[in-house]
T-cell receptor
């Protein structure tokens, strides 16, 4: 069975500072990995995804993530955050199948302070 | 382009009352459809998914049910709501053979 662990429930950071949101997964088969962002009272928006190929994936809003198979990690990074990045971030995993079911982590709240 | 709609946006219901939440997708055909629930302070839990009309798979035992009467319509229902049914309900769609899911704006349900 697959599972996802987001190691930090809350990450406070000052504006223009770098940030890393950590995600580890467990799976006995090859997986696909995703990061979604959720702004207050809204649905989820896809930030980026890793399906295959280059392990460094670039997404929207200046975010990037690196897939590390040996450490089973998919950490999300941004070199300089803005107030508008304050949101909930979810890491998710799935394996290729007809159903495409996603398994989500518990989420990390990114709080950007002025 | 594809869009996904959910309604209502917010709903307050008494315990024991029925529930019907609707989700529709535009701009694609034969999508996979999903219902998730997000309880306060918790992650997302997959409730149901459907790979075609009339095909529903349940992920967790509960007093909720789902139906897919049309290709791009997915309905979440309950005959009698419980307090524990409160939460943020998200519908999503995806394409078979591709893994990305796209989410609707959600419905916030408060059961009193």
């Amino acid at each position: 069975a697959q599972s996802v662990t987001q190691l930090d429930s809350q990450v406070p950071v000052f504006e223009e500072a770098p940030v890393e949101l950590r995600c580890n997964y467990s799976s006995s088969v090859s997986v696909y990995l995703f990061w979604y962002v959720q702004y207050p009272n809204q649905g989820l928006q896809l930030l980026l995804k890793y399906l295959s190929g280059s392990t460094l994936v670039k997404g929207i809003n200046g975010f990037e993530a690196e897939f590390n198979k040996s450490q089973t990690s998919f950490h999300l990074r941004k070199p300089s955050v803005h107030i508008s990045d304050t949101a909930e971030y979810f890491c998710a995993v799935t394996r290729s199948s007809n159903t495409g079911k996603l398994i989500f982590g518990q989420g990390t709240t990114l709080q950007v302070k002025p | 382009s594809q869009t996904i709609h959910q309604w209502p946006a917010t709903l307050v219901q008494p315990v024991g009352s029925p529930l019907s939440l609707e989700c529709t997708v535009e701009g694609t055909s034969n999508p996979n459809l999903y219902w998730y629930r997000q309880a306060a302070g918790r992650g997302l839990q997959l409730l149901f998914y459907s790979v075609g009309i009339g095909q529903i798979s349940s992920e967790v035992p509960q007093n909720l049910s789902a139906s897919r009467p049309q290709d791009r319509q997915f309905i979440l229902s309950s005959k009698k709501l419980l307090l524990s049914d409160s939460g943020f309900y998200l519908c999503a769609w995806g394409t078979s053979g591709r893994e990305t899911q796209y989410f609707g704006p959600g419905t916030r349900l408060l059961v009193l």
